[in-house]
């Protein structure tokens, strides 16, 4: 099954327009990432928090975590069209040191211009 | 520019062929990954290696052999292709502690007729 889930599956918004999506996940982790995916292609890595860290900011992506709700937001702000893809979080939980993310299912955003 | 090359963007296979995807990467990664991206399932772990000659199996292993001689190189192999093995197959390469991320190639979309 998937450790992570993101919500909504789906997110039109209007150029300009701030977006938000969230990823839920079930077990505890060492840290949480983004990935954006363009349409037919390979994912681009945006941002990771580590467990012990709450907020972090890159450009216009910010992402929170709440490790006591097991969950996590991507807020990216005065989106543009160039925007419009899918997003995905993943989350490392190995104790084995081995680094092996597992990815949600994603978030389909589209920015409309 | 650094990057996770995959042979083929688009491939068609007839079943019961035996199906070789190659990844090559240039970073000098310790770690790839073998990913297959369905609609509504998300990204789903086929194999993983950590080094030269060593590989562990994913979530989904069935119907699939990996191949990692060199450093650079992690190949996918599908013993017999099968038309439940239609998808986009994405490969990945991280470093050993993997907090940078994922590094993505641009993805195979395989068809098995």
């Known amino acids: 099954s998937q450790q992570g889930e993101e919500d909504p599956q789906a997110l039109s918004i209007q150029e300009g327009e701030n977006a938000t999506m969230n990823c839920s996940y079930k077990t505890s982790i060492n840290n949480l990432q983004w990935y954006r995916q363009n349409s037919g292609r390979g994912l681009v890595h945006l941002i990771l928090i580590r467990s012990n860290e709450r907020e972090k900011h890159s450009g216009r992506l910010r992402v929170t975590l709440d490790t006591s709700k097991k969950s996590s937001s991507l807020l990216i702000t005065a989106s543009r069209a160039a925007d419009t893809a899918s997003y995905f979080c993943a989350t490392d939980a190995s104790s084995s040191g081995t680094y092996k993310y597992i990815f949600g299912t994603g978030t389909r955003l589209k920015v409309l211009a | 520019d650094v990057k996770v090359t995959q042979s083929s963007r688009y491939l068609v296979k007839r079943t019961g062929e035996k199906v070789f995807l190659e990844c090559v990467q240039d970073m000098d990664h310790e770690n790839m990954f073998w990913y297959r991206q369905d609609p509504g399932l998300g990204l789903r772990l086929i194999y993983f290696?950590?080094?030269?000659?060593?590989?562990e199996k994913g979530d989904i292993p069935e119907g699939y052999s990996v191949s990692r001689e060199k450093k650079e190189r992690f190949s996918l192999i599908l013993e017999s292709a099968s038309t439940n093995q239609t998808s986009m197959y994405l490969c990945?390469?991280?470093?050993?502690?993997?907090?940078?991320?994922?590094?993505f190639g641009s993805g195979t979309r395989l068809t098995v007729v």
């Open positions: 990945a390469s991280s470093t050993t502690q993997g907090a940078r991320g994922y590094t």
């Open positions: 290696s950590y080094d030269v000659k060593m590989k």
